[in-house]
């Protein structure tokens, strides 16, 4: 079966930065959208980057900080997360969505991992 397997969070000082991973296997890695979501407390689950083949996309709130990429010979997803912000702090969700497009909807993506949590200290 499909799984998405996210690792890199932790806790970190503002202004410093951490890479998130997400390993995925049961899948065509290079058929699908990846993307990254996250959950803060008491809000929303919201798109934060999203990526296919070449192209990427970023939710304005960390653009310019976070950097997506993809490793399609191992199937992983990465996110480099840079200046870091303590309104950053969530359960950082990875993606997979049957698409060919970029999709920045979280209801266009099949299957999600268990999240990993990113905390970010003031």
């Known amino acids: 079966q499909v799984q998405l397997v996210e690792s890199g969070g932790g806790l970190v000082q503002a202004g410093g930065s951490l890479r998130l991973s997400c390993a995925a296997s049961?899948?065509?890695?290079?058929?699908?959208?990846m993307g990254w979501f996250r959950q803060a407390p008491g809000k929303e689950r919201e798109f934060v980057a999203a990526?296919?083949?070449?192209?990427?996309a970023y939710a304005d709130m960390v653009k310019g900080r976070f950097t997506i990429s993809t490793d399609n010979a191992k199937g992983t997803v990465h996110l480099q997360m840079n200046s870091l912000k303590p309104e950053d702090t969530a359960v950082y969700y990875c993606?997979?969505?049957?698409?060919?497009?970029?999709?920045?909807?979280?209801?266009?993506?099949?299957?999600w991992g268990q999240g990993t949590q990113v905390t970010v200290s003031s």
């Open positions: 993606a997979a969505a049957p698409n060919s497009n970029i999709e920045i909807m979280s209801l266009e993506y099949r299957y």
């Open positions: 049961g899948l065509t890695f290079s058929s699908y959208a």
């Open positions: 990526i296919r083949r070449s192209g990427g």
